[in-house]
């Protein structure tokens, strides 16, 4: 268990070292992101601070009206605990500007509005200030597709996409990451009642086991005769590559 452990801050020293040398070719000192308290974008935090100086980080903060208050006063103590520049930036004005339009028909259309309104306000500050936008997705969710596309999947760089999110959950508590932020019950927040685990139907434990085998190259019959539950893991990873992929101009 230790040597897990010290592994494990092994991995995450290399993504410090990486993030800091993509930074470094890229001629490029600052970096912004979004914070939202949860457990994946506090440790992408903590590990821009470390890659590049907490003077070279900057959080927006942009909650919707689904945003929990104890989810930015979290962001914003975090913050002012370490640090680091931020600005709340409320979308709900916005979105209703979108939404008014007509265009977006179902729920998950309607949701999806908050995390593109969220990229293009990243971007924007991006531009302005020679930065590059850093994203706050771990590896299960990039291997699902649990994102959305040109929202919190637009980034140019991702510092933890190699960390399972049990993984995360393990490191954060080596990171010393309080307990009310990692004990959170992970959630985009698109709409009231949207939890991860409930929408993908199993929990995270569950899911990276059987993101573990597909790695492997086990095949779907031995996976599913373990995990009868993996069909919904299966068919996600399936649907969603086109997400994992570059713009194919044909």
């Not at 991995?11 to 000192?29: C, I, L, P, S």
């Not at 103590?77 to 977006?104: M, P, Q, T």
Request: aromatic fraction near 8%; hydrophobic fraction near 45%; glycine fraction near 6%.
């Amino acid at each position: 268990m230790v040597l897990k452990m010290q592994m494990l801050l092994q991995r995450y020293k290399k993504a410090v070292r990486k993030t800091a040398n993509y930074f470094r070719k890229a001629g490029v000192r600052k970096a912004v992101f979004g914070l939202s308290a949860g457990l994946d974008s506090t440790i992408t935090a903590l590990l821009l601070i470390e890659a590049l100086g907490k003077e070279n980080v900057f959080a927006l903060i942009m909650p919707s009206k689904h945003t929990k208050k104890r989810d930015i006063k979290d962001a914003i103590e975090f913050c002012e605990k370490h640090g680091i520049a931020y600005k709340v930036c409320k979308i709900d004005r916005i979105v209703k500007d979108i939404v008014s339009f007509g265009l977006a028909k179902t729920k998950l259309a309607k949701g999806n509005i908050i995390p593109r309104i969220r990229m293009i306000l990243l971007y924007c500050y991006a531009n302005s200030n020679n930065a590059l936008v850093v994203g706050t997705s771990n590896k299960t969710e990039l291997m699902l597709g649990y994102f959305t596309k040109y929202g919190d999947g637009a980034a140019d760089i991702f510092p933890i996409a190699s960390f399972y999110k049990t993984e995360l959950i393990e490191l954060a508590k080596l990171l010393g990451i309080p307990e009310k932020i990692v004990e959170k019950r992970p959630s985009a927040g698109l709409w009231p009642g949207q939890y991860d685990e409930k929408e993908l139907g199993l929990s995270y434990k569950e899911i990276d086991s059987i993101l573990k085998l597909m790695e492997k190259k086990v095949s779907e019959e031995a996976i599913l005769k373990r995990f009868p539950k993996a069909k919904r893991v299966l068919q996600l990873v399936k649907a969603n590559a086109h997400k994992r992929k570059q713009v194919i101009i044909s």
